[in-house]
């Protein structure tokens, strides 16, 4: 069984910076794709970034410029650095990864939320 575990999520001003992280743990995986979405209250669950093994990255366009995904393949980690935070960028944040172990399955982190207000 894979588990993915998040944390850095906050209360943050308008302008500031925050740090994600999710680490994937278990025994005999291999992961894909990883990605971090969102929800904010009374909307829909959208896709904020999305990077491959081989780390070609691609981002929604309300964050590009001031996020930034990246991965650690040997921690089978994922961050999500944040800058220049918006009030309309709260939300819960959820980790996704796409992993083979005997079957291919995604599997998501249990969200992490994200408040930004002054």
Known sequence: QVQLVESGGG???PGGSLRLSCAASGSSFTINRMAWYRQAPGKEREL???I???GAANYVDSVKGRFTISRDNAKNTVYLQMN???PEDTAVYYCYALITTIMVGGYWGQG???T???
Do not use: I, R
Request: hydrophobic share 45%; proline share 0%.
């Open 52 to 54: 491959l093994s081989s």
């Open 112 to 114: 992490t939320q994200v």
């Open 48 to 50: 904020v970034a999305n």
């Open 11 to 13: 209360l943050v001003q």
């Open 116 to 118: 930004v207000s002054s």
């Open 84 to 86: 220049s935070l918006k």
